[in-house]
């Protein structure tokens, strides 16, 4: 909007909202199996969107939900720059139904008590999830250390950061 008076122009910029974004990509996703894991809008209206699916998202599921988006926004009004993308390989995960998609996968737990665990994520709760670990270990009767596998069960509530471990094997 531009204020002509007195030979000035005023420019004001409508601040987009997160409720706004989180709306339109909800609308778009619908009926599909994405869902959102993070929607960010920073100062000046940049607007950052990540998005991810059971069965992977990409560049053409990203361009629909970035098209959705602008569709519904006039650029003279709101003036915003948007990213929509996955969630970064080895980022912790932010949201429940990531946990849901990485079963099978080897996982990197951190508990909010500082320990670490390693392991096949087997299993996911709404309230914990169950890794495997392998782990060498001194085993009574046996001469050097074995190989020892333990499925270990972790409540939601005491897990400070979960990220997808990368193997390059």
């Not at 204020?3 to 409508?14: N, P, Q, S, V, Y």
């Not at 299993?123 to 001194?138: D, P």
């Amino acid at each position: 909007m531009i204020d002509r008076r007195e030979g000035k122009a005023l420019f004001f910029i409508t601040m987009i909202t997160q409720a706004q974004i989180e709306k339109l990509v909800t609308e778009k996703i619908e009926n599909t199996d994405q869902f959102i894991v993070s929607i960010e809008v920073k100062s000046g209206n940049n607007i950052q969107v990540e998005v991810d699916s059971m069965s992977g998202v990409g560049v053409k599921e990203f361009m629909a939900i970035s098209r959705h988006i602008e569709g519904n926004f006039d650029r003279e009004i709101e003036d915003f720059s948007l990213r929509v993308s996955s969630p970064g390989v080895g980022e912790a995960y932010k949201v429940l139904e990531q946990y849901t998609k990485n079963v099978g996968r080897k996982v990197k737990v951190k508990t909010n008590e500082g320990k670490e665990l390693v392991g096949e994520l087997l299993r996911f709760g709404s309230e914990e999830i169950c890794i495997k670990t392998k782990e060498r270990k001194r085993v009574e009767g046996k001469k050097s250390k074995q190989v020892v596998e333990e499925e270990i069960t972790i409540q939601v509530k005491d897990i400070k950061e979960t990220n997808t471990e990368i193997s390059f094997k």
